[in-house]
Structure formats: C-alpha cells, structure tokens
C-alpha cells in the first residue's frame, strides 16, 4: 500500500582539533542522517509527495530524533512545484553547498562563513512553516521562491527566500537571495567541469540594520583521477562595516577515496582564521580553529 | 527476515486563525504521524502484531519523535485479541473519530467538544500501561475492554474503557463508556449511508466530581460527488452542571478533493463559540476560535 | 537504491512487582527498541556497513527516540573490521550478555549485579565516540578492542574495552576486559550445550580506586522442549573489599513458550537480595527486590 524510501548518511570522523590554544581528539558527526521519503503518482502528470528527514549525532546516536532538517508534503506537475512545510533554503544549495563538494558542507569542514539571516540564527536548522513555489525547468533553469510564515499575530517578520538554477552543459550557474526584515544576502554562483577537473565559487553580499554590509566569496576545486579526489577550497569573510576587525580566512584541503558511490573514505585539513572582532566557527571572537579529520561517510 | 509496514501521514494547511480578537496566518500540523507495523501468522489461526506510531509537526518538523500515539504488542486467534501497551481508546474510536469525516478528526477543525477524563487531561496523548481485550466479529458485533493502570504503590486510580460496534451493511453503532476514580463518559453513536450521503452522530454523557454533569451531541453529513465531498457538522456542548455559563457550540463546513486513495486537497471553517465560563479550543474562558484554512493530506 | 533492514523488538510485560516492602502492578518494557541497518558489498571482499539503534519504552510509548543503542558505520575485508561511533561494550557480549538467556538480559530479570565502570554509570546506554577494531575469526577464535575517546583538552580520561570469544563446538569461551582511568573489570564465561540442556556461567573480577575489588559470578541453565524453555539462573556479588555488607544475591526462574522463532509468551520470577550496604536494581542501600512477570516478546 506504500511506497517509501528510506535513505540515509552516517558520516563520522576522527579529528584533532585545535580551538585557540587548546587541542583535542574528538570523533566529529558530520551531518548524518535518515529520512523517509516517497512520490505518488496522481494521473495526469500530478504527482504528490513527501520527505521526512532527522539529524542525529553518529559519534554518540544523540537525539533526539525530530524532522527538523526536513518536513515537507508537496504537489508537483506541469504548473512547477508547490512545497508546504520545512526545509532547507533553496537559496543556500543554489550558492554555498553548491560547491561545497568534498565533504557536502558537513562537519568541521563546512563553510563557516556563508550568512544566511533568514536561516542561520537557528543553526541552519531549516526554516519553518514555509510555503514554496518552484517553476519547472525552463531548458535548464528553475526557479524557486518561498516565504516562511511568522505566525504571530503582531510584531513578526516572514522570512524570504529566491533561488535561480542554470544548467547548461559544463557549466552550471545559481544565484540566491533571503531576507528577514531589513536584513538580507545575495548569493551568485559558478561551477565549471572540464574533464576531470570542476572549478566552483560564489560571492555574497550581506546587508544587515545592525553590522551593516559584508562581502564574502569562495573558490573551489576538485580533481577526480578514478576512485580518488582532490579537494582544495579557500574563503574569505570581509568585514562586516559596522564591526571592527570581522574578517576571518578559511581554507580545507582534503582527499576522498571512493570505495562505492554510495561509501568513501576521507581526510582533510581545515583552518579558520578569525579577526580580533570575528568569532567564525569557535562562537568566540578573535579564536582560531583548525582540524586534521579522517573518516568514513557512508549513503544508504 | 522481517515484515515490516512504514506508514505516515503528512498533514498540512495554511490558515487564517483568529483567537478572540487576534488573527494571524499560520501553517498548521494536523496530526502528521509515521509509523511501524507488523502482524506474524503464527499457525492454527494465531497471530503476534505491533504496531508503533509517532506524531510531528508537519510545518516546523517538531518532536521529539517518540511513540505515545501508539506503541502496542497482541496476540489474536479465534479467542479474539490481547494487547498490550500505549494506544488510543477505542471508546473515542467507536464515537467521536467515527463521525469525524471531514479531515479525520485532526488540526484547528478537530472535535473540541468531546471529553474523556482517561484520555484527554494528557491531550489525547494514548493512554500507557494498557492491557485490552477485544472480542472476535460476532456477526458484524465486537466489543472491546481495556484497563490502563496506574503504577502506584497506593493511591492511583486504574482507568478504564469500554468500547462496542455493531455494523449492520449501511447502518453502523458504536458505543463508548471510560471511567477512572469517579469520573466517567459515555457516548453512543450512529452513523448511515444512503448513496452518495452519509449522515453521523453521538451523543455523550459526562458525569464527574467537580464540575457535574454534561451533555454533548454532534451531527456531522458528508456528500460524496466523483472526487469531491462536502462536510458540514456541528457540535454543542451543554453546560457542566456545576460551572455557570459553560457552554459552547462547533461548526464546520468543508471541501475535500481527493487527486487519490491517499491523497487530497481541502478546503474547511471551522468556528468555536465559547460563552463566558467556556474555553474549549482555546483554554482561555469566554474566548472564541475560527480558522480559515487551505491544505494537502498525504498518506503514505 | 538502498538496501535497508529495519528490524526491532517490542517485549513487554505486566508484573507485580516489591520493592522493599511496598508492592505494585506495572507494565514493564523490557528494552525494546527499533534499528535500521545494512551492508554493501564494495567489492574484493570488502564491505561498508552501518546500524542505527533506538530503544523506546514499550509501555507507554516513551521516548524521546534517540540512537544512543547503537550508531555505528563500519569497513570489514580480510582485515577484520573497523567500527566508528557508538555501541555496546564487545566485553558485555562475551561474558554477562552470553549467559542471560531467559530475556535477553532485559527488563526486571536483567543481571542487576554484572558492572562495567566505563559503562554502567551511563545506566548501560552505549559508550560514545568509539574506535573499535575486530579480527577475523580464526579458527572460531575473535578478538575486538576499543578506545572511547573522552574528547576533553584536558583532563579526560579514555574507556578501554577488549574483549575475545571461542567456539568450539559445544563448548563457547569469552572474556571481557574494560578500564577508565584505574577502576577495571575482568570477566570469564564459558557455556555449554549438551542435547536439550545449555549451562552457562561467567565470573567476574572488579578494581576500583574508592570501592576496591569485588568478586561476582553468575550461573544459569535452560532445558529445551520443543516450544518450550525452562530456565533458571542465579549471580551473586561478594562485597566491595571498601564497602560494609555490599554483597548481594540474585536468581530467577523463567519461563518461555516459543510461538515462533519471533515470538515468545514467557513467565518468569525474579528476586534481588541486598546486603544493608548493597543497592542493586533498587539504588537504596539494603531494600529489596522482586518481581513476578507475564508478558509477550515480539521481534521484527
């Protein structure tokens, strides 16, 4: 009587991380998940369906288990896609994860410095109760709007979100765009395959009532060569103009070693430099953080 | 090696709610679930079953997961069927979720009016330390006791429930009496399809301690035309005996389109009327409550 | 494009149950619990696999669900294998676990005297953040040991666990070793099957800095007839060398009815003796327990 999917992404490593002064060995969760999911088929070119995803921490199984990385029902056809529920910005996989390719923009290696105002003061966990609208690929390029309600009855602000796709052959271009209230970003994007190489980046602009502008951009790179990778992505965060000393630096190198599609084993080394007045990735202003990982992510 | 059942429910609309004077627009969970279930053949006529359900929200993705809908064990042969665990009562089944047609008893338009002291002080969180019997089909006839028990060394209180059906081609009874300490309900319900109509209806009698006695009836008619259905039902609760001016009156139409078997897109308003000593839906005495709202049911 | 087995158990009982002096009747859940797991096979012997644990109560639908049972992704070849997260102490597997076959060592019956000090203050939940390494079988002979990184910069201290098995036919030897810091604990089990009877018994040995050392043993036998399992076992703990009048005993009698290889209906009694120092299963020092049991246990 169903047809669900159940997939999912334990994704662990051992690292030696560096906060400030301080060092440590941790087992990191990068991510990990399991989700439900499944697509019924309506007749006419109608198609409802549904995901249903949790996080949870595969170095200790810490929960608790809830959806929130996705909770969603949608009905989709010949008009585009419509989308209730909460999910993940399309904004953010249009720009940022986009090119985030060597550890999907998990863990300690993840970026650290795109901003999101709509969707990282809760910790990217995604943006509830959100209505979106996704038009259907136009000879390679889609669109996608959305607005997360506020609910209450006075003083709330609806956060927005618009996303643009574009995929023609090797190159592939996104741009991304969120605001709540008087705060918002804008995300462009690029990503280029020539044989085994693909070279990605995107800048973005913030705009905010409080720190005032920022200007943030990344480059990526991957060499595929058989079962191996090389990885080599570097950003840097400008100064927010209303806060002293806020730029910071991250760069990760790393290698994946693909045992399956579905399995790779990995290492990388990751460092972020924050400003005296930046407090990227260590939630503590003016402290470093670095992490030499190896591990295992596995897709079921 | 195993047989299991994953089975779900996404539940979500878009409404425009007002709470006395306050209107707001909110995406609303109604009562999204998924959940796991089996049933062993064992031989001559035996079987083992589970069944294990968690609610969500639907529109944030809400937890914690966990299985206080349901989370149930039984035997059933020719004997009829043991069970064991947390489950809903059938008492509320056999009455008030019967006759609740339109969106299955669930979200802003659900039934307020219906009150059983086992069930509803932990709102309608399935009753736990249950042990229930449930007859065979005797001719169409079943009936089914449960206790649930109360874990104390002294002074708790067991509850209990009662529940029966009897389902004669196009007219259907049931019957519901749960008691615990010396507060008690009992509901009696009818329900009657004539072609394209189905009318329902129970009756409910409360009787408790402190606030008295009380009075509760609904009607609910459904018209079915090829995928559409048309609801309308209303509801009155008298007074309790014992706490002045504490009435209240339920109505809702709706619209149903089902675009398949498990899923649909509808349409409902739904009003509580609240005099001064009343706080149905709403907890807040003398405040009304009426949503507009617009959504999608997937089952899966 | 996944291959998952979703699998579990709901084993859940109705007991009397005294704890000192006060008597009770309870639903019981006997961990149960629910799991996902899977292994793909890469290729040239290697495998890729992972399990994910949750245990939820089975009375009352408790949770909230978590994996802290077991999270766990793996590489296997010729090696071994290689095991990351979160998982029950391989050294509980080799001895105590081995021999509690009545129920799994679950419940009220479990062996309340069997204690691990990099374990058992965690109330038996899985160690975190675990690197763990298992040997082929050789011969019927294997090995695994485990750091559980204590993730601190300063301070920590790591949990250690080997633990090693041989079967030899009907005869089955296991060891188990764990330590943090200085507190430690050895055990020893051996079991044997002769025709419809299986005897079982593990001794353990602790060393502690504050309690000093304790001797504890457990024996157990089951007789086997067709559907039927008669059991009986009994543990005693000497007293903590530091601790005045901390021994305790233990013992219990079981039976089950096998419906199926799934499905068991079983009874059993239990009883915990506590000397006036000792706190077993009832964590105060000198009161007693016991319990008499019904229930089902279902597995999926």
Do not use: C
């Not at 990990?32 to 007749?43: A, P, T, W």
């Not at 249009?94 to 901003?115: F, I, K, P, R």
């Not at 400008?238 to 002293?244: C, E, G, H, I, R």
């Not at 790393?254 to 990735?281: C, E, I, P, Q």
């Amino acid at each position: 009587q169903s047809s669900v999917t159940l997939y999912g992404r334990v994704n662990t490593t051992v690292e030696r991380q560096k906060i400030g002064d301080d060092s440590r060995t941790v087992m990191q969760n990068n991510s990990s998940r399991i989700g439900f999911k499944g697509v019924e088929d309506l007749g006419g070119g109608l198609k409802a369906g549904f995901q249903l995803e949790a996080g949870f921490g595969s170095d200790d199984g810490s929960g608790p288990l809830n959806f929130s990385r996705q909770s969603e029902v949608n009905l989709s056809g010949g008009f585009g896609m419509l989308r209730l529920g909460n999910f993940t910005p399309e904004s953010y996989f249009a720009t940022a994860d986009y090119v985030s390719m060597h550890n999907h923009d998990t863990g300690t290696s993840s970026d650290a410095l795109y901003y999101d105002p709509v969707w990282t003061p809760l910790q990217r966990a995604a943006v509830p109760n959100k209505i979106a609208y996704r038009t259907p690929s136009l000879g390679g390029f889609t669109l996608e709007g959305a607005v997360s309600l506020h609910e209450q009855t006075t003083g709330g602000k609806n956060g927005y979100d618009l996303a643009a796709n574009y995929n023609m052959g090797p190159l592939a271009l996104g741009a991304g765009y969120s605001q709540i209230d008087s705060d918002k970003q804008l995300g462009l994007r690029a990503a280029y395959t020539i044989g085994q190489f693909t070279l990605g980046g995107y800048y973005q602009r913030n705009d905010e009532d409080l720190r005032g502008t920022r200007n943030n951009f990344r480059l990526a790179g991957m060499y595929a060569m058989g079962a191996s990778e090389l990885h080599l992505n570097f950003g840097r965060a400008a100064k927010w103009s209303n806060v002293a000393d806020s730029s910071a630096n991250q760069w990760t190198v790393g290698y994946n070693y693909n045992l399956s599609k579905r399995t790779k084993a990995y290492a990388f080394y990751t460092k972020v430099d924050n400003k005296a007045g930046a407090a990227y990735m260590t939630d503590a202003a003016g402290v470093d953080f670095s992490s030499f990982a190896v591990g295992v992510r596995h897709n079921f």
